[in-house]
């Protein structure tokens, strides 16, 4: 099968075709009927990252990627979710939101760690910005984001992935993720564990399905691994918290 970005490589351009929208209509049966063909009955799926989730409306993608929502609600300061990601062990967020979307958390976070006796410095911060319900635009895009992940894991490091809600693009990036990196052999493969991961998210009841559209599902379905993939020069990662 050749992926979305197989067959655009010639312009640099994702430029997907955008079907109906699921919470609508056929769009919404036909991802219903997707998502069901994922779960045979008679191939359960079984988790293979064991550790608690930091957040109730997170998953460990990977033993070294938690997936989640946006991580602060300056309305409840008291409850700071990433106090939470941090004391697992994430030490770099990588955020798909778009400038201006939400409140910045970039300054809080770097205060957070300090109070929770983590060295400042050896805290990064990643914008990768997708529009809401949306896909990523280019194939050096995802290349960026793939390196980030893939520099961090090489290190030990733990990341963490957010979009607004955790839903749309996050389960898009994540599930690329898992075929880029080996985790899952094919984007059909990824997109069955993260709809066993989903599954037990706070919100399912909410939004019962990540990724969010029907084109986000298609373009992770379709996904193909590209390594190797272009080396990322020292100035790309974004330390945004100094000693």
């Not at 599954?199 to 909410?206: L, Q």
């Amino acid at each position: 099968m050749t992926s979305f970005f197989h067959r655009l490589a010639g312009s640099g351009t994702v430029s997907p075709s955008f079907d109906s929208p699921p919470t609508s209509g056929r769009g919404l049966q036909r991802l219903q009927r997707k998502i069901k063909a994922l779960r045979p009955a008679e191939k359960p799926y079984i988790r293979r990252v064991g550790s608690p989730r930091p957040l109730p409306n997170s998953y460990w993608a990977t033993p070294l990627l938690v997936a989640c929502e946006y991580p602060w609600t300056p309305k409840d300061p008291n409850n700071p979710k990433l106090d939470d990601l941090l004391r697992v062990g994430v030490r770099t967020f990588i955020d798909l939101t778009e400038d201006g979307e939400l409140l910045p958390y970039e300054d809080i976070l770097c205060k957070r760690a300090g109070l929770l006796g983590i060295d400042p410095s050896t805290i990064e911060y990643h914008r990768f910005p997708i529009r809401d319900r949306s896909l990523p635009n280019s194939i050096d895009f995802m290349d960026q984001v793939f390196i980030t992940l893939r520099l961090n894991e090489q290190r030990g490091r733990v990341s963490a992935i957010h979009c607004r809600g955790g839903i749309g693009r996050t389960g898009v990036v994540v599930g690329c993720w898992l075929v880029e990196s080996g985790a899952a052999c094919s984007g059909e493969e990824a997109l069955r564990i993260i709809d066993a991961e989903w599954r037990s998210v706070e919100k399912c009841n909410r939004y019962p399905h990540s990724p969010e559209t029907g084109p986000q599902f298609d373009f992770v379905f379709n996904f193909e691994r590209r390594s190797p993939i272009p080396k990322l020069s020292a100035n790309r990662a974004e330390v945004v918290c100094r000693a």
